[in-house]
Structure formats: C-alpha cells, structure tokens
C-alpha cells in the first residue's frame, strides 16, 4: 500500500532513554512510535539513548507498526550523530524536529541519501515527517511539505509553537486554528499526511476527546501521542460509521467498473469518482478492517490503476 494509505491515525512517543517502555512497544497498538532522542532525553543522557534506540529498533525485526526516531535538531551537538547511529538499525524514518525552512529538510534529504549510499539500501528507503513547530515554520509548511520526496506527512508542534508566538496553550485550542489550517493546506496540497499536535494532559480524557473530534473534523489524518491510555480514544474518534463504509465500498466497486472500461473516473449517484475519491475511500476501508469492522483486500491496481 503507498505511504499515502498508511494508516498513522496514532503515533505514540516514547522516550528513548527507558529501556521498560522501549521492550513494550510491539505490545501498544498505535499505528506507529516516535522514539525520541530530543526533548524526551536529558543532555547526559543523549549518548547512552542514542546506543539504546538503535539497539531497540535493529532487534524490533517482526514490526507490527512503523518505527520513526525523532533525531535532534540538525543544528545540535547531537543531530547528525544521530543519524550515523540509528539508520543502520534501519527504522522506517525520521522526524525532524525544528523543521522552520525547506533548506533544514533538504539538509536531511541529502544526509539520508549519503547513508542510504553507505549501507548500500535504495535511495528514498528512509521516510521523514517534518515537525511544523514555530511561527517560521508555518509560514514555510506549503514549501516543506513539497521540498523533498521523502516526506510523507507533516506533523504540527504546539507546544513549541505557542512559545514561538509568546502565547499560552488552552484546551480550547482557538489559538491554534490558524497555524493548524495552514499545516492542513500545506499537506493536502502536497498529497501527504497531516499529524496533530500532542494533548499532554493525560488525565483529562474528555478535553482529549473533544480535541480528537476537532482534528478530525478539520481533516487530519492523525495525531501524535503522549501515553499509550489514548491510543484507544483515537481509535474511537477515527472509526468510520457504517454509512461511511458503505460509501466506501460503493467507490471502489464503481472505479473497479471504471477500470475495467479502460478509464479513470467514473460517476456515482451523480457524483464523479476520480483518484482523490478513490484513496480517501480505500483509507477508510483500510481504517475500518484494521479495526474489525470489515473484512476487504484491497488492491493497488484497483486504487491506482495498472502500471
């Protein structure tokens, strides 16, 4: 399935200076982790983590989620040592904290491909998720999301955006609207996924959930996590109604027909079916077997046509 389809409703940090919660991560049942080198691991601490996470994800072989790592900044002592320390224990990709401006992620870009080069795996292997995370990098996000091929989701910061604004974080969120519209528009204009910023109140499971609904309404894909408790709220919040699978199926019938007549698009109940269509109903599909709610296999050729 393209990256585009991959489910990442739920991506949970864990930090990765704690061996505990490192050995549980194939048990949590998020759709992916960010294990963390940056804020989650004290400066005397950097090192040991460093030798810790790449152990963790070259012995994590049997994956039931993607492996990301969050790297720090390219600008630190540690970022590229980062880097030559995780990448041969091949995690899935790197989220980039501190993403202000298309050159930081082609920095990466280049980086990635000289170690792709070194360990002799194909060029694009290693996948990144920009950390939209500053006034600068909103203002950029439409140029991140397009700068680089490996970039398959951008994913909002909060908490270090409101300090980049002077302003405080509430659980309203209506001083986010804005910078998270425009982290939307950037990746559905680039074709890519969009990742929510944390909610670090783990107590409060309503204003969560409320968060959650928001998000989802406004067309994320996702939402990064802080405790494995919201794994399940997210789940929820995600889960397409019957009416909506419904639909979905009777997409992907009508664009089976319409491949079979030799076309792209199709119309149904009056609508057109074309690909963005298409690939929003098969990641509904893919979101609903995934959890229980249905039973389908779905077929690239179907979704993307015969190459």
């Known amino acids: 399935m393209k990256d585009e389809l991959s489910l990442r409703r739920s ?3 864990v930090p990765g200076n704690m061996p505990s919660m490192l050995q549980n991560v194939p048990l949590f049942l998020c759709d992916a982790v960010f294990v963390d080198l940056e804020d989650a691991v004290p400066l005397n601490e950097k090192d040991a983590a460093r030798i810790l996470v790449s152990r963790f994800v070259a012995s994590y072989v049997d994956r039931n989620k993607e492996v990301f790592v969050r790297i720090n900044a390219l600008d630190t002592p540690w970022g590229h040592d980062d880097l030559r ?7 899935d990709g790197i989220r980039l904290p501190k993403a202000d401006t298309p050159e930081i992620v082609e920095r990466l870009d280049t980086l990635l491909t000289e170690m792709e080069e070194e360990l002799g795996v194909a060029i694009g292997t290693f996948k990144v998720i920009p950390s939209i995370e500053s006034a ?9 999301a397009r700068c680089s ?14 300090a980049s604004m002077e302003i405080e974080r509430t659980k309203g969120g209506e001083e986010l609207f804005h910078a998270r519209a425009r982290v939307l528009w950037a990746a559905k204009a680039a074709g890519i996924q969009a990742i929510d910023t944390i909610f670090a109140d783990v107590g409060d499971m309503d204003s969560f959930r409320h968060e959650v609904q928001l998000i989802k309404n406004l067309g994320f894909t996702g939402k990064s996590l802080v ?3 919201q794994i399940a709220v997210v789940h929820e919040v995600f889960a397409p109604k019957q009416g909506e699978i419904d639909y979905a199926l009777q997409v992907i019938e009508a664009i089976i027909r319409a491949r079979e007549m030799g076309t792209g698009v199709i119309s149904l109940d009056g609508k057109m079916v074309d690909a963005p269509v298409v690939k929003r109903a098969a990641r509904m599909i893919k979101t609903a077997v995934s959890q229980g709610l249905l039973e389908y296999e779905l077929d690239d050729e179907v ?3 015969a190459h």
Do not use: H, M, W
Not at 85 to 91: A, D, E, H, Y
Not at 136 to 144: D, E, P, Q, R, T
């Open 11 to 13: 991506l949970l940090y």
């Open 149 to 162: 091929s490996r970039v398959i989701a951008l994913a909002f910061g909060a908490e270090d955006y409101t």
């Open 303 to 305: 979704i993307y046509g």
């Open 85 to 91: 320390q995780v990448l041969p224990s091949r995690p």
């Open 136 to 144: 600068l990098g909103v203002i950029n996000a439409i140029k991140i």
């Open 227 to 229: 405790n494995p408790r």
